[in-house]
Nanobody
């Protein structure tokens, strides 16, 4: 199971760190990711980190402003978001997948609101 937290209300230009706690299984061999969704729109990819932790990828919209990381010992995945923009406002979800399988595990989401 995945539990996301760390969302909140922040002014444009501010920062937030989202956390995702993994429990119930060993996610150390899973690719972990963050996605976000705005009401009325499809869920979109934000960032992923491979099971090895040495490879990350980002959506163009957040590249250079966000950093995904994972702590194997704590079974945590983080998304550090800097220079936040109003268009970053969304519900953020953490997710996990094994290998080339679809994203099969999802957290409950945490709301991020960026005011202008």
């Amino acid at each position: 199971q995945l539990q996301a937290s760390g969302g909140g209300l922040v002014q444009a230009g501010g920062s937030l760190r989202l956390s995702c706690a993994a429990s119930g299984r060993t996610f150390s061999s899973y690719t972990m990711g963050w996605f976000r969704q705005v009401p009325g729109k499809e869920r979109e990819f934000v960032a992923t980190v491979m099971w090895s932790g040495d490879s990350t990828s980002y959506a163009d919209s957040v590249k250079g402003r966000c950093t995904i990381s994972r702590d194997y010992a704590k079974k945590m995945v983080y998304l550090q978001m800097n220079s936040l923009k109003p268009e970053d406002t969304a519900v953020y979800y953490c997710a996990a997948k094994y290998g080339s399988s679809p994203w099969g595990y999802w957290g409950q989401g945490t709301q991020v609101t960026v005011s202008s």
